[in-house]
């Protein structure tokens, strides 16, 4: 069983939006942080959104607040990231990501999640 599973990435245009969706498998989901990271081509992996344990905290990169939305539905073991107002520069493979520990807090960084999905890619055109 895989533990992590992204969807929901594809094409669309500037303005438009999408929302990618996580499936976790596992049955204490609730007890981890979850985050949502990208790599837009030829670049480095970046930080997008994270939330905590039971959904109340979140951090989102400052760039992309107001635009992006992570929540999660911790009886559906699912994460989602709502994408609004697309730019071409949101264009990447975007990953989910599930805690190393079960503090439950959000961190920003990427040594703080163990768990990696696939990654779906998100292209945005001009």
């Known amino acids: 069983q895989v533990p992590l599973v992204e969807s929901g990435g594809g094409w669309v245009q500037a303005g438009g939006s999408l929302r990618l969706s996580c499936a976790a498998s596992?049955?204490?989901?609730?007890?981890?942080?979850m985050a949502w990271f990208r790599r837009p081509p030829g670049k480095e992996r970046e930080f997008v959104a994270a939330?905590?344990?039971?959904?109340?905290?979140?951090v989102t990169e400052n760039d992309l607040k107001g635009r992006f939305t992570i929540s999660r539905d911790n009886v559906k073991n699912m994460l989602y990231l709502q994408m609004n107002n697309l730019k071409p520069e949101d264009t990447a493979v975007y990953y989910c990501?599930?805690?190393?520990?079960?503090?439950?807090?959000?961190?920003?960084?990427?040594?703080?999640?163990?768990?990696w999905g696939q990654g779906t890619q998100v292209t945005v055109s001009s």
């Open positions: 990501a599930k805690a190393a520990n079960t503090d439950g807090f959000a961190y920003s960084q990427a040594f703080r999640y163990a768990t």
């Open positions: 939330v905590g344990g039971n959904g109340r905290s979140t």
């Open positions: 596992g049955r204490t989901f609730a007890d981890y942080a």
